[in-house]
């Protein structure tokens, strides 16, 4: 068992800096436009080839309101018509991608994200999963891992049903904060009983894992108001739960702008809101997964985390990390084997390419040998809070000390300053230094000195 996190408010202030969320190394700020649909089709044929299991991301673009704090990729109209042509083109997708795959290659892990996937209509969400059942190998068994984004305002029992007939078995709810004031300042206005009533019926229909995403940084927020969010979130018992820190980039994002700066907690206001957060959850039970990530410990990834089987990919920490990803729709992003790939996010050129029968791949990535090296050494201390030197000298057939010298110095100031423990055989995060690992990890990522920080959020 990981000991708890340790608050050290000095710590934070100085190594609590704006870097990648590490769902992937290297990031998908190195895709470029180099990769396209043949790269994508090699790919396919040798995860065919090498019969790897697969796990399937499915992007639902629609929004019938917007929330002024997202920065995903949507589409914001109340016109439920406009999904009818994209539909046509993520099935057009699906039929491409799928000829290049196998039959004996199961689908373990089934995400639809978005937007909000349940924009679709009860007729649209079976013509769905009937083609992906028709051309992928879906288990049939209720043994996958097959999960949906909810918004509770666009749900009721009867959603509930429907997706669990069609074999869904995981639900994330967005909440981000159930304060009044909050909800009218990021025009997301959801109550307590609305989330309560998806809740109960995801229980009643014997969902195996429901999820509660949490934002913290918000406008009007303050450390009372969102203690007393948590509390509620606590009493609804979820599985897991995300706490994300909000990064306020209305220069990048637009519908940030409709966000008034002067409302947002100062930066010691998040500190303590996070703070009493952590305090929260960890007393009620739930164990720090990592990376905003809280589990009870009965679930599938703190019992992953204890046994070192944990990984991260695109779709946050995940037990599947050995299948390839495929992603399908609009700027939907793909790992397959040393291949990262994405979709187009522009939806009329995604479109567009579909209705020529051919795929939207506009970026990517192929790994190099450093790549991995490195890869592995991030996925390691981000997912585990340690490393084995010694173990990724013989995966990779390197000196770790020599391979890494120039990273050696900052090594030993994060061990003089204690958040790591530092020995010719390894690393330990320490419970100081576990909720500042996204800064440890910077130490490794070959590209960060190129990049513009800015574009990243903070690490608390």
């Not at 690992?437 to 960060?448: A, G, Q, T």
Request: proline share 5%; hydrophobic share 35%; net charge negative.
């Amino acid at each position: 068992m990981l000991d708890n996190i340790r608050w050290d408010a000095d710590l934070i202030r100085r190594y609590d800096l704006s870097g990648p969320r590490y769902t992937s190394y290297p990031t998908a700020v190195q895709f470029h436009e180099g990769v396209g649909p043949f790269d994508l089709l090699h790919a396919l044929r040798d995860s065919q080839k090498a019969q790897r299991p697969l796990s399937l991301y499915v992007h639902i673009p629609f929004c019938a309101n917007i929330c002024y704090y997202c920065a995903c990729n949507k589409v914001i109209t109340k016109d439920r018509g406009r999904s009818a042509p994209y539909l046509a083109r993520l099935i057009r997708e699906i039929e491409i991608v799928s000829r290049h795959l196998g039959r004996k290659q199961e689908v373990e892990q089934l995400h639809f994200g978005g937007g909000t996937p349940t924009f679709l209509s009860p007729g649209q969400l079976r013509e769905l999963m009937g083609q992906l059942r028709t051309h992928f190998n879906l288990l049939d068994d209720d043994s996958g891992d097959y999960g949906i984004e909810i918004d509770p305002r666009e749900a009721d029992w009867s959603t509930m049903g429907l997706l669990r007939e069609l074999g869904f078995n995981r639900v994330s709810l967005g909440v981000q904060d159930f304060n009044l004031e909050v909800q009218q300042a990021i025009n997301r206005l959801q109550s307590l009983d609305e989330t309560r009533a998806v809740i109960d019926a995801a229980r009643t229909l014997q969902y195996r894992s429901i999820n509660i995403d949490l934002i913290y940084g918000l406008p009007k927020q303050d450390p009372d108001s969102f203690a007393h969010t948590v509390e509620q979130v606590i009493a609804l018992q979820p599985n897991r739960l995300s706490v994300f820190n909000y990064a306020h980039l209305p220069e990048r994002f637009m519908p940030q702008r409709r966000i008034n700066a002067d409302d947002l907690p100062t930066p010691g206001q998040k500190l303590e809101i996070l703070q009493r957060t952590t305090e929260q959850l960890e007393a009620a039970g739930y164990r720090y997964i990592g990376m905003d990530h809280f589990a009870l410990p009965d679930d599938e990834l703190s019992m992953a985390q204890e046994d070192g089987t944990l990984q991260r990919n695109f779709q946050g920490y995940t037990t599947h990390g050995h299948c390839d990803l495929v992603g399908l729709g609009v700027s939907a992003i793909s790992q397959i084997g040393e291949l990262y790939s994405q979709n187009s996010s522009d939806i009329a050129d995604y479109q567009s390419s579909l209705d020529q029968n051919q795929l939207p791949t506009r970026r990517g990535l192929h790994c190099s040998k450093d790549d991995i090296v490195r890869r592995a050494v991030i996925q390691q201390l981000i997912c585990h809070f340690q490393l084995d030197f010694e173990e990724i000298e013989e995966l990779f057939n390197i000196d770790f000390r020599g391979y890494f010298n120039d990273v050696w110095p900052e090594l030993e100031r994060f061990a003089a300053d204690g958040l790591i423990s530092l020995s010719p055989s390894g690393i330990d995060v320490s419970a100081s230094g576990r909720l500042l690992v996204r800064s440890l990890c910077m130490l490794f990522d070959r590209y960060l000195p190129t990049q513009n920080l800015q574009r990243f959020s903070r690490v608390i």
